[in-house]
């Protein structure tokens, strides 16, 4: 058969590749049809199986990965241009579509590599085992779900490997609170799990339907012993996706139950509505001004601004006396992003805590991961010949990141508080409820993206941390949407994007320790 034949033969299962892939894209946080990820990635599976040798697998999951990608990534159309240094600020439009492509592929070779390994890999259709004619067969239904989450989540998404666990599937559910509560046991990647094998289900489902056995898809690459043990196995499969919604059910209300006698405590989100373009025309003075009267505007308690929220550094000691003197009137503690620097004149992004008293908590913390490209060029870039072309390293002024997680105490609040897309992070959050956090916060400058998507994708962070660790979570971003969530997953206010404004509630400050915060290193 020669090349144009195969390329002939192989278009319907690229063109299904692709346009499943774009419809698994829609369950993301902003397109919000979350129940689309319960089955359309049944076909990538059923695809990837069904493939002739784990080269095929990976092409067609390629396709499926970059398409899915190419949703999610979405909100990279509206990067503001003065986000964009050096010579790529010249060709800003460019910039962004290649920034999009990039993305999508980069995520795309992870999906091309998880769909190789389970075509590569003897499997069979069940939950254990199974020795056919001298080779062992691996159980699909725990080994494909696992090779995603260690794959796509994992490894591949390290952040050494400038991966950025952005486009997660399990951040889909943000809004679906009966599915998350499993998420305080299992976590995040354990709801990613958990999609998965329902996706497998259907493909194996669909594998035994009569009418769909035609031509190469007949069979999967799946042993199946018998029929009646097939059908046993699934059953149980199903019965493990169903437990979970129904069980949540449960928690929900005995959580109820419970925070109605809990501690509730005034917990306020500060949003100034201050885009990149709306920053260059103000002042800092102006800044200041407009971040007070805010302050004013709000109840006492605690009081989350976000990061960047004044662009002056800590050695500024006059500027912080001002606040401390302004929470102290309004009987507010508060947590702001800020700028740090160090006797080597480098500077963090930081986050600093001010009591109730007036008097700042000593410890300042260090955004600990930054930005790939955006808030740092790694050194074999910059000071490669493309770096020099590109960026003008010289004019770059490096940011560090930081080395720890610190727990602001505040006095009746314990902040965990992290910056930005550490909220992608999960370990930094769990590390911060093991050291006594009985509240998370995190700062975020949105200025980036005046128009996005991206809104809702933060949102949906936070969502997922709040259960993980079973703590309320107040996201204070620039532009918006400023949220405030309870421990179960609950959106108790929030803000409109471009609204300058503050949003508050009354949440409880809860101190156990969950399951997944135990085991998430």
């Known amino acids: 058969m020669n090349c144009y034949s195969k390329l002939r033969e192989e278009l319907p299962y690229a063109l299904t590749a692709l346009v499943s892939g774009l419809a698994f894209g829609l369950s993301a946080p902003g397109w919000d049809q979350w129940y689309i990820a319960w089955f359309a990635m049944a076909p990538l599976l059923v695809l990837a199986l069904r493939s002739a040798e784990p080269s095929q697998a990976a092409f067609r999951g390629f396709l499926f990965g970059t398409a899915y990608n190419i949703m999610y990534f979405a909100w990279t159309h509206d990067v503001q241009d003065a986000f964009w240094i050096g010579s790529l600020s010249n060709f800003p439009l460019l910039v962004k579509y290649s920034t999009w492509i990039v993305l999508s592929i980069w995520q795309g070779l992870l999906v091309a590599i998880f769909a190789c390994i389970i075509r590569a890999l003897p499997l069979n259709a069940g939950w254990l085992p199974s020795k056919v004619e001298k080779q062992w067969h691996f159980p699909s239904f725990i080994c494909v779900p696992l090779l995603w989450c260690l794959v796509v989540e994992k490894l591949g998404n390290m952040t050494s490997l400038l991966g950025i666990p952005w486009s997660m599937i399990q951040y889909s559910q943000y809004k679906q609170l009966a599915i998350l509560q499993c998420a305080s046991v299992i976590g995040g990647i354990g709801l990613a799990a958990l999609i998965v094998l329902a996706n497998l289900i259907l493909a194996v489902v669909l594998n035994n339907l009569k009418p769909l056995q035609f031509g190469n898809w007949q069979t999967l690459s799946l042993h199946d012993s018998s029929k009646s043990k097939l059908r046993v196995e699934t059953l149980l499969a199903v019965l493990v996706v169903i437990a979970v919604p129904i069980s949540g059910s449960f928690a929900l209300q005995k959580k109820k139950d419970l925070d109605a006698s809990a501690n509730l405590s005034r917990v306020t989100a500060g949003q100034l509505r201050l885009s990149e373009k709306k920053h260059l025309k103000v002042s800092p003075e102006e800044v200041e001004r407009r971040y007070l009267k805010l302050s004013s505007m709000s109840g006492p308690g605690l009081l989350v601004f976000p990061e960047w929220m004044f662009?002056?550094?800590?050695?500024?000691?006059?500027?912080?006396?001002?606040?401390g003197e302004t929470a102290h009137k309004n009987k507010q503690s508060w947590v702001a992003g800020v700028l740090d620097s160090k006797t080597n004149a480098e500077t963090y992004h930081a986050i600093v805590g001010v009591r109730e008293d007036g008097k700042q908590v000593p410890e300042i913390y260090h955004k600990n991961y930054l930005v790939p490209f955006c808030e740092y060029i790694p050194g074999w870039t910059r000071d490669s010949v493309i770096g020099q072309l590109l960026f003008f390293s010289e004019s770059?002024?490096?940011?560090?990141?930081?080395?720890?997680?610190?727990?602001?105490?505040?006095?009746?609040?314990?902040?965990?508080?992290?910056?930005s897309f550490e909220n992608l992070m999960p370990e930094l959050s769990a590390k911060?409820?093991?050291?006594?956090?009985?509240?998370?916060?995190?700062?975020?400058?949105?200025?980036?993206?005046e128009n996005s998507m991206l809104s809702n994708q933060m949102v949906s962070f936070s969502v997922m941390r709040a259960v993980e660790n079973h703590r309320s979570v107040v996201l204070s971003t620039t532009l918006g949407k400023s949220t405030i969530i309870d421990p179960t997953g609950r959106i108790v206010a929030q803000a409109e994007r471009k609204e300058q404004t503050t949003v508050s509630a009354l949440v409880p400050l809860e101190t156990d320790v969950t399951i997944f915060s135990r085991w998430c290193f």
């Open 432 to 449: 911060n409820s093991r050291n006594g956090a009985n509240i998370l916060a995190n700062c975020t400058n949105t200025t980036w993206f």
């Open 311 to 323: 662009a002056t550094n800590l050695s500024d000691g006059s500027l912080f006396t001002k606040l």
């Open 396 to 419: 770059i002024n490096p940011t560090p990141p930081g080395e720890s997680t610190i727990v602001l105490d505040l006095g009746k609040h314990k902040v965990g508080a992290v910056m």
